[in-house]
């Protein structure tokens, strides 16, 4: 079946960097529209950053504008999120999804609407 593999979480000091990786298996890639997603604990998931299936735009929740930088490489499977200047408030785990292009809620993808979900990466800033 599909699977969406995160990586590259892990503990780093608030003003740090992290680069999150994605790569799908068994997936029609350049066919979704991905983004990254987030879940701080007690909190609803949220949406951080898109790109679409082209890797021919981008799109950022206010909160990471500048400080995050979505990519991704259609030959390889893969999407990336590298995230600069981390705040204490940018620890939550962190999930990748894949939206279908023909019906995707681009630029901002709908949790609800997600075709396929990351089990998820832990990213926690320290202050």
């Known amino acids: 079946q599909v699977q969406l593999v995160e990586s590259g979480g892990g503990l780093v000091q608030a003003g740090g960097s992290l680069r999150l990786s994605c790569v799908a298996s068994?997936?029609?890639?350049?066919?979704?529209?991905m983004g990254w997603f987030r879940q701080a604990p007690g909190k609803e998931r949220e949406f951080v950053a898109s790109?679409?299936?082209?890797?021919?735009?981008?799109y950022y929740a206010d909160f990471v504008k500048g400080r995050f930088t979505i990519s991704r490489d259609n030959a390889k499977n893969m999407v990336y999120l590298q995230m600069n200047s981390l705040k204490s408030e940018d620890t939550a785990v962190y999930y990748c999804?894949?939206?279908?292009?023909?019906?995707?809620?681009?630029?901002?993808?709908?949790?609800?609407?997600?075709?396929?979900w990351g089990q998820g990466t832990q990213v926690t800033v320290s202050s």
């Open positions: 068994r997936l029609a890639f350049s066919n979704y529209d």
């Open positions: 999804a894949a939206d279908l292009k023909y019906d995707s809620t681009w630029p901002v993808l709908d949790r609800k609407r997600i075709n396929y």
């Open positions: 790109i679409r299936w082209s890797g021919g735009s981008t």
